[in-house]
Structure formats: C-alpha cells, structure tokens
T-cell receptor, first 113, second 113 residues
C-alpha cells in the first residue's frame, strides 16, 4: 500500500459529462502529480501541485483542470468528456518538490460511453 | 513527442531466464533514471533508479545498465520468476524541483514456468 488514496476506483459516464477525481496524498507529502495512462500512450504527465500551488504542467487538455486544497488533497476535473478520455488516471505524491520517488495510488478507471 | 523510447512493448521469458528491457532518451538534461514496476490493478512502484555518474546499479536480481554517450539505459532481470510478471516503465527526469517525470510507454513482461 503506497499510502496514496484515489477515489472512485471506477467511473462510467457519458460523452459531454463532467467528472471529478479525488486524490489524498501520503501523510506529510506536499506534492501531488496527476498522470493519464492509456495503452497507446503509456503514462502521460498532466499536472503537478506543490503545497497548493501549480508547479508544472504537461499535456493537460483545456477541458481538464485540477487543484490542491489546504488539506493537501487534490481533485482533477474533467469536463465535456469525449470517448478518447477513457483511460486510467493516476495520482502520485512526494514529500518535497523534487520528484525522485513517486508514490502512486491505485488509479481511477474512467470509461466514457 | 516521445522523449523516452522504450522497447520491447511486450516480452515473454522462461522462468530462470534473463529479461532485458531497453530505453533511450533524447534530453541530455535528464539526470535521474528510475524504473517503475506495475502489477495489474495497482499503481506503478519504484523498483530501482540510477544517476548518470555510474554505469551500472544492481539491487538483488535487478540491474540497470547506463550508457551516457549513447543516451541509453536498460533493465536486466536475472533469474526471472513468474512473480516478476508485470508492466515495467523506464523514466527520466531533470534534477531539482517542479520537474515532471517522463515515462516510457511500458513493457509488459510475462514469465512463463
């Protein structure tokens, strides 16, 4: 058990809808990362937050947004969903801003029908 | 743009054999090269990592070989066991904070008895 909690584990929704994925980092970790995993693209970095502030941005679509709250949990919001957004979404955390060892949650499997 | 190229995407090895997964990177600013192991239904977990100041690092049956001039690194799993069956990701990142970790596409390893 990595200590990173992601909810829900599975999410099935329809195109055009909006969903929120939640992540609680390990106790004491200040950095949260979001990754999207698909079969043809592997693990794609979306965004990083450190102590509530956005610190790095990857291939995140404009329809997607994230935030980290004062209690350090993070939410990834996906809107105007398309079939191609179906993927496994992972959250990872580290203690500091440096990313030498990422602790991943078990992921949220999103299916857009 | 795939900054870390990983091959093969799938690998079948007999129990007791050597599993070899190769990765190549483009960005010479990368200075940390971890490998992550992912079992079905779980998030990736750090397996072993290397910095470019050494050419090899060994932890148990797992060895990373690093060739800085060729910008290549590989994972060798000696005496492969069925319990090693998982997806393996190579990755690379730059030192310092706020830098994303770039992952390879992943290699699905199956070790058959």
């Amino acid at each position: 058990d990595s200590g990173v909690t992601q909810t829900p584990k599975h999410l099935i929704t329809a195109t055009g809808q909006r969903v929120t994925l939640r992540c609680s980092p390990r106790s004491g970790d200040l950095s949260v990362y979001w990754y999207q995993q698909s079969l043809d693209q592997g693990l794609q970095f979306l965004i990083q937050y450190y102590n509530g502030e956005e610190r790095a941005k990857g291939n995140i679509l404009e329809r997607f947004s994230a935030q980290q709250f004062p209690d350090l949990h993070s939410e990834l919001n996906l809107s105007s969903l398309e079939l191609g957004d179906s993927a496994l979404y992972f959250c990872a955390s580290t203690q500091g801003a440096a990313n030498e060892k990422l602790f991943f949650g078990s992921g949220t499997q999103l299916s857009v029908l | 743009q795939q900054q870390v190229k990983q091959s093969p995407q799938s690998l079948i090895v007999q129990k007791g054999g050597i599993s070899i997964i190769n990765c190549a990177y483009e960005n010479t600013a990368f200075d940390y090269f971890p490998w992550y192991q992912q079992f079905p239904g779980k998030g990736p977990a750090l397996l072993i990592a290397i910095r470019p100041d050494v050419s090899e690092k060994k932890e148990g049956r797992f060895t990373i070989s690093f060739n800085k001039s060729a910008k290549q690194f590989s994972l060798h799993i000696m005496d492969s066991q069925p319990g090693d069956s998982a997806t393996y990701f190579c990755a690379a990142s730059r030192g310092g904070g706020y830098q994303k970790v770039t992952f390879g596409i992943g290699t699905k390893l199956q070790v058959i008895p």
